[in-house]
């Protein structure tokens, strides 16, 4: 089966490089990717699948009817793009100044609709049923949610992943265990304090001076009062107060993220940095506004389907092409909305250009070798395929 795989995905490969620029050169922002769907649909339904569109606002699913095995797997691929400028002078770069596929989420939906073409052609040989997901409003973070809440997942038994590395040279897999990506959430502070003249701080509530307190106090004790191996990174990135030069501030709002790996810890922050605020201001008089938001939970890759993965991308492509990433990454990724009832895992498709500069994702030069579309068709299309030969 393995070469019968590899065999279509070879012959599918000019026509999935003809679906990814097209997909790259109209590229749509979080919640608006009518088109996107609207084109992917089409594609879907030309090789035979269920279709279902407007699921979770602009997403798409499509149903692959397989044999009788009852569970029930589905991959889940994104189709936003970022509000970047294209800067790639591609003959088929981005038609929409200010917006641009600068994550590869152009590649993630050729690959998922290059997986459906490939698996659609097995016909009898394939064993059960597959849910094909297209995501919008990934870089949002709440795509996932809007599909899970349409009810995307239902009866799903196993979900797959993937997203393409620019460090990662293209033909290469690379396979995560455990922690693949970071929980994040957003933090806004607000310090309360009482304004006086700037010649007489003693008179007055200094709420910038506090504010400056309560930012040193959370770095340093993250170092001191947590355990070094579970990390978290509290980033303040935007801090706004006070009224005039020689007017001490009565009030300053600082907003920011926090994001942590470990379920536990990350449990455990609201409570955490709420300590440390209030300690603050109250030791100078302030008072303050603390308002938490839970963002997306880290993706935790389930051990089974990772070794599934490891086992089908090694057959696929031998072991000198498989990396085994030894460090999670500290961005957020809403795959992990779909794992909070499911098992499942993601993996990174190496689509780094061998001889020349390989610029990161969401950078307005990023771009990829469209030789990886093949490997990453081949190792999802094999690793749902050997999914059923698997004990339950």
């Known amino acids: 089966m393995l070469t019968k795989i590899k065999d279509l995905a070879q012959a599918l490969a000019p026509r999935l490089i003809e679906i990814r620029r097209h997909i790259h050169s109209h590229p749509e922002l979080s919640g608006q990717e009518c088109q996107t769907a609207a084109y992917i649909a089409g594609v879907l339904s030309s090789c035979g699948l269920i279709v279902q569109e407007a699921v979770g606002k602009t997403g798409v699913i499509g149903e692959l009817v397989g044999g009788t095995d009852e569970r029930l797997v589905a991959l889940r691929t994104d189709m936003d793009a970022l509000p970047i400028s294209e800067l790639t002078n591609l003959e088929f770069a981005s038609r929409h100044?200010?917006?641009?596929?600068a994550c590869g989420h152009d590649v993630h939906s050729t690959l998922g609709l290059g997986t459906a073409m490939v698996l659609s052609q097995l016909g009898e040989a394939l064993p059960g049923n597959v849910r094909f997901l297209f995501q919008p409003a990934e870089e949002i973070a709440e795509g996932a949610s809007w599909m899970v809440q349409a009810g995307a997942m239902n009866d799903v038994t196993a979900v797959f992943g993937v997203h393409v590395f620019p460090s990662i040279r293209a033909g290469s897999v690379g396979i995560r265990y455990g922690a693949l990506t970071a929980a994040a959430d957003d933090l806004e502070i607000i310090i309360i304090g009482e304004s006086g003249h700037g010649a007489r701080p003693h008179e007055a509530i200094d709420a910038i001076w506090i504010a400056s307190q309560v930012i040193t106090t959370l770095q340093q004790a993250i170092s001191r009062t947590h355990n070094?191996?579970?990390?978290?990174?509290?980033?303040?990135?935007?801090?706004?107060?006070?009224?005039?030069?020689?007017?001490?501030?009565?009030?300053?709002?600082?907003?920011?993220?926090?994001?942590?790996l470990h379920p536990e810890t990350h449990a455990s922050l609201p409570e955490w940095i709420e300590k440390i605020v209030s300690h603050v201001c109250n030791t100078y008089g302030a008072s303050y506004e603390m308002n938490y938001r839970r963002g997306v939970p880290s993706v935790q890759n389930d051990l089974a389907l990772t070794q599934l993965l490891e086992e089908s991308a090694k057959q696929a492509w031998g072991n000198e092409r498989i990396q085994i990433l030894q460090e999670p990454s500290l961005g957020a990724e809403d795959f992990s909305v779909y794992l909070e009832n499911t098992p499942g895992t993601m993996f990174r498709l190496g689509v780094g250009f061998k001889d020349k500069l390989n610029y990161p994702l969401h950078h307005p030069q990023f771009d990829v070798e469209e030789s990886a579309i093949v490997t990453g068709v081949v190792t999802l299309a094999y690793t749902i395929y050997q999914y059923w030969q698997h004990g339950s």
């Open 97 to 101: 100044p200010g917006v641009m596929h």
């Open 228 to 260: 070094p191996l579970r990390p978290i990174v509290l980033t303040i990135g935007q801090i706004s107060g006070g009224r005039a030069p020689n007017v001490i501030a009565d009030q300053v709002r600082m907003t920011g993220t926090v994001r942590t």
